[in-house]
């Protein structure tokens, strides 16, 4: 199985931060990246997918990008609504793996 | 717009046996896949398998492939999830989501229903 490890594993950040988290993947996985929002008692919310697509409706300060194995989300300026757990899940083979998740909380 | 509305929590002894159900509206089931997600109790994301609302085609993780069975009724748009020999560790809120296959390698789940808690008690 591939495994995906996620850094940090929580963080703490400010309203208008810039705000960077990692995932890794444990052999290549291409750009088959997903990145997921959730938070407590809610559903994951998809959020990137193919490592740099944006869903639609998600705003446009959430990207993603990769190199190589290593792959980023970046929230260009933290807004109060988006402190939650992040969760990067490979989809290059089955079974389909989650990153540990990052929780992102309020400095 | 597209919904998936899962069945109530439910509460089962070990060694019993649990079905979830996964109702979808506002799209055509079988144009997409239906994939199951579980997080235990204050721990992460654990990709449980999916099924293809299409032929029915199905792909277990290997640790569950004994006791899961993942199937869909195009006719009710509704998705099935059973797991059998229930554990205590089984505990967990059991989550349905819409998995779209782009192209090989991409897949993505992108609309998820509101998750079933499942608790494994004696």
């Known amino acids: 199985d591939i495994q995906m490890t996620q850094s940090p594993s929580s963080l703490s950040a400010s309203v208008g931060d810039r705000v960077t988290i990692t995932c890794r993947a444990s052999?290549?996985?291409?750009?088959?990246l997903n990145w997921y929002q959730q938070k407590p008692g809610k559903a994951p919310k998809l959020l990137i997918y193919a490592a740099s697509n944006l869903q639609s409706g998600v705003p446009s300060r959430f990207s993603g990008s990769e190199s190589g194995t290593d792959f980023t989300l970046t929230i260009s300026s933290l807004q109060p609504e988006d402190f939650a757990t992040y969760y990067c899940?490979?989809?290059?083979?089955?079974?389909?793996?989650f990153g540990p998740g990052t929780k992102v909380d309020i400095k | 717009q597209v919904q998936l509305v899962q069945s109530g929590g439910e509460m089962k002894k070990p060694g019993a046996s649990v079905k979830v159900s996964c109702k979808a509206s506002?799209?055509?089931?079988?144009?997409?896949?239906i994939t199951w997600v579980r997080q235990a109790p204050g721990q992460g994301l654990e990709w449980m398998g999916w099924i293809s609302a299409y032929n029915t085609n199905t792909d277990y993780a290997q640790d569950l492939q004994d006791r899961v069975t993942m199937t869909t009724d195009t006719s009710t748009s509704t998705a099935y999830m059973e797991l059998r020999s229930l554990r205590s560790d089984d505990t967990a809120v059991y989550y349905c989501?819409?998995?779209?296959?782009?192209?090989?390698?991409?897949?993505?789940?992108?609309?998820w229903g509101q998750g079933t808690l499942v608790t494994v008690s004696s």
């Open positions: 506002g799209y055509t089931i079988s144009n997409y896949g």
């Open positions: 989501a819409r998995l779209v296959f782009a192209l090989a390698g991409v897949y993505y789940f992108d609309f």
């Open positions: 899940q490979q989809s290059s083979t089955t079974p389909f793996t």
């Open positions: 052999q290549s996985i291409s750009n088959y």
